[in-house]
């Protein structure tokens, strides 16, 4: 069987999507799970772009055993020093140097001809060899770069020791039978091909990603880069869930596969998307919630005949389970405990009397606990952010003809007690108001949004806030059967991420 390597960018170009923006304990999270998932390489970031994440590259780096880590680099001596330094501790390293080789590029970025880029990037793999082993070469903008001059590019990187060039489609700018004819091009023509591998990295600008990649592979494409819900720059990147379903399903037409652990997708697509904020659409391909719903009676009637009439791949496939036990007031701590098992998670004694405590308040508010707030109350209680201040109670005003106000407790680390009131717009405005003037910090709000975790009247939300400060941004989330009781909870872990962050870069600067 052909292996087809799986790159996945999620902690590096997926945090580039606008509003998105993980701390190192995200990260990590997420780089547990991309390993479990079986993804041969996780690029964690790009080290010279800020202090921050370079420490945040270090952390994964060091916490990785089964993946080779990458770190992002342009082609500069000082951002090479600053993957060394990230990727210090790794089991098994990896630099990804980058040069922009399209006309349009050179002319109005670089500023440089084509013997300027080839001298570039040359000097660059002759610095990075020096301390990497394995190198990845990217020509960026390589889909709307001259086929002869990316050759010529190709070869001096696989002269100068890369291990892999990447062929980017940067703008999302090619459709699939140009870009598959990339790779055939480069495996004729280009000498020494043999000795690396060819990797394709796509943009959806257009909705082809994923039709290009699979073009790709079809050209000879060794490894596929991508993310997690093909989030990222602009219109995204690659769903590498796409990808992997696809090898999988049309094996008797592509001849190959990942080493993908499939039944973890379903679990990592939902962490990825409750870390970033970035909510998956219900007709998203193999992740979204309608993937395997069917409402059309001429489809049900197919499906309980034969459920191949309708479905191409089962749910459990990508490990979605149908639920066997229900879990209501009345549960006990082990049904429970059986519950997060069969779900994939295992939690010590302490988080799971967190979890437990937390369920059995929901139960006393909702007739039947679903899969869905199971997972909310888990995988929030799964982020372990330092509480500078925890939301105790919250009482709201509101009349159709009065001014909404707002009344908060909060309790700090020290365990001192705030109360404020305010007024406010509306009762979300008069409680980020409250809790303003208690917290005493000067924010924006950036973003907020709200969303159903669960069905029916009783169901919880789960509300997203970003918060900037002085060009700063982060994200928060809160959980509750009550809108406005969720809307404090994300504001207020907003607060603390804030606060968080301003820490940890005032400890690096010092």
């Given at each position: 069987?052909?292996?087809?390597?799986?790159?996945?960018?999620?902690?590096?170009?997926?945090?580039?999507?606008?509003?998105?923006?993980?701390?190192?304990?995200?990260?990590?999270?997420?780089?547990?799970?991309?390993?479990?998932?079986?993804?041969?390489?996780?690029?964690?970031?790009?080290?010279?772009?800020?202090?921050?994440?370079?420490?945040?590259?270090?952390?994964?780096?060091?916490?990785?055993?089964?993946?080779?880590?990458?770190?992002?680099?342009?082609?500069?001596?000082?951002?090479?020093?600053?993957?060394?330094?990230?990727?210090?501790?790794?089991e098994d390293p990896c630099i990804h140097l980058f040069l922009a080789t399209s006309p349009i590029h050179r002319k109005y970025k670089l500023k440089m001809d084509k013997d300027q880029v080839l001298e570039t990037a040359q000097a660059a793999l002759r610095y990075a060899r020096k301390y990497f082993s394995?190198?990845?070469?990217?020509?960026?903008?390589?889909?709307?770069?001259?086929?002869?001059?990316?050759?010529?590019?190709?070869?001096?990187?696989?002269?100068?020791?890369?291990?892999?060039?990447?062929?980017?489609?940067?703008?999302?700018?090619?459709?699939?039978?140009?870009?598959?004819?990339?790779?055939?091009?480069?495996?004729?023509?280009?000498?020494?091909?043999?000795?690396?591998?060819?990797?394709?990295?796509?943009?959806?600008?257009?909705?082809?990603?994923?039709?290009?990649?699979?073009?790709?592979?079809?050209?000879?494409?060794?490894?596929?880069?991508?993310?997690?819900?093909?989030i990222g720059e602009r219109a995204g990147n690659t769903a590498l869930e796409e990808v992997a379903l696809a090898l999988e399903t049309r094996f008797d037409f592509f001849g190959a596969k990942t080493s993908l652990e499939l039944t973890e997708i379903a679990r990592t697509s939902r962490l990825v998307s409750?870390?970033?904020?970035?909510?998956?659409?219900?007709?998203?391909?193999?992740?979204?919630?309608?993937?395997?719903?069917?409402?059309?009676?001429?489809?049900?009637?197919?499906?309980?005949?034969?459920?191949?009439?309708?479905?191409?791949?089962?749910?459990?496939?990508?490990?979605?389970?149908?639920?066997?036990?229900?879990?209501?007031?009345?549960?006990?701590?082990?049904?429970?405990?059986?519950?997060?098992?069969?779900?994939?998670?295992?939690?010590?004694?302490?988080?799971?009397?967190?979890?437990?405590?937390?369920?059995?308040?929901?139960?006393?508010?909702?007739?039947?606990?679903?899969?869905?707030?199971?997972?909310?109350?888990?995988?929030?209680?799964?982020?372990?952010?330092?509480?500078?201040?925890?939301?105790?109670?919250?009482?709201?005003?509101?009349?159709?003809?009065?001014?909404?106000?707002?009344?908060?407790?909060?309790?700090?680390?020290?365990?001192?007690?705030?109360?404020?009131?305010?007024?406010?717009?509306?009762?979300?405005?008069?409680?980020?108001?409250?809790?303003?003037?208690?917290?005493?910090?000067?924010?924006?709000?950036?973003?907020?949004?709200?969303?159903?975790?669960?069905?029916?009247?009783?169901?919880?939300?789960?509300?997203?806030?970003?918060?900037?400060?002085?060009?700063?941004?982060?994200?928060?989330?809160?959980?509750?059967?009550?809108?406005?009781?969720?809307?404090?909870?994300?504001?207020?872990?907003?607060?603390?991420?804030?606060?968080?962050?301003?820490?940890?870069?005032?400890?690096?600067?010092?």
């Open positions: 069987m052909r292996k087809i390597y799986i790159f996945d960018t999620t902690l590096r170009d997926g945090e580039q999507s606008p509003g998105v923006n993980l701390n190192t304990r995200e990260k990590l999270e997420i780089a547990y799970q991309l390993e479990k998932l079986g993804v041969d390489r996780i690029e964690a970031g790009f080290p010279a772009a800020s202090p921050g994440d370079l420490a945040a590259v270090n952390a994964v780096a060091r916490a990785v055993k089964k993946s080779t880590v990458i770190g992002l680099s342009r082609s500069r001596t000082q951002d090479i020093d600053a993957v060394r330094e990230a990727l210090q501790g790794a394995k190198i990845e070469f990217s020509c960026e903008d390589a889909g709307r770069t001259e086929l002869d001059f990316l050759c010529e590019m190709t070869a001096m990187a696989i002269r100068e020791g890369a291990s892999v060039v990447n062929i980017p489609d940067t703008v999302g700018y090619l459709y699939p039978e140009e870009y598959g004819n990339i790779f055939r091009t480069l495996k004729e023509k280009v000498p020494g091909i043999e000795k690396i591998q060819l990797s394709a990295h796509c943009h959806d600008d257009l909705g082809l990603a994923t039709a290009n990649s699979l073009a790709a592979i079809l050209g000879g494409a060794d490894q596929i880069e991508g993310t997690i819900n093909g409750r870390l970033t904020g970035m909510v998956v659409p219900g007709n998203k391909a193999i992740v979204g919630a309608n993937a395997f719903a069917h409402e059309s009676g001429i489809h049900q009637d197919g499906m309980l005949k034969e459920k191949t009439t309708y479905e191409i791949m089962s749910p459990e496939t990508i490990g979605l389970k149908e639920s066997k036990l229900v879990l209501g007031k009345h549960s006990g701590r082990h049904a429970f405990r059986e519950k997060l098992l069969d779900m994939g998670y295992t939690l010590d004694d302490e988080r799971l009397n967190e979890a437990f405590a937390k369920f059995k308040a929901l139960a006393d508010k909702k007739k039947e606990v679903t899969d869905e707030d199971l997972l909310a109350i888990v995988e929030l209680k799964l982020i372990d952010t330092p509480e500078e201040f925890r939301l105790e109670t919250i009482f709201v005003s509101y009349g159709n003809e009065a001014t909404p106000a707002a009344k908060i407790r909060l309790v700090t680390l020290a365990g001192d007690i705030i109360e404020k009131e305010a007024e406010g717009n509306g009762s979300v405005d008069a409680i980020y108001n409250a809790i303003d003037l208690a917290s005493g910090e000067e924010v924006k709000l950036a973003d907020y949004s709200i969303k159903s975790v669960s069905h029916g009247k009783d169901a919880q939300g789960e509300v997203h806030v970003v918060l900037t400060q002085n060009g700063v941004s982060v994200q928060g989330r809160g959980v509750s059967t009550d809108i406005l009781e969720a809307s404090a909870r994300a504001y207020v872990d907003a607060l603390n991420r804030l606060i968080e962050k301003r820490n940890s870069n005032s400890a690096i600067r010092a």
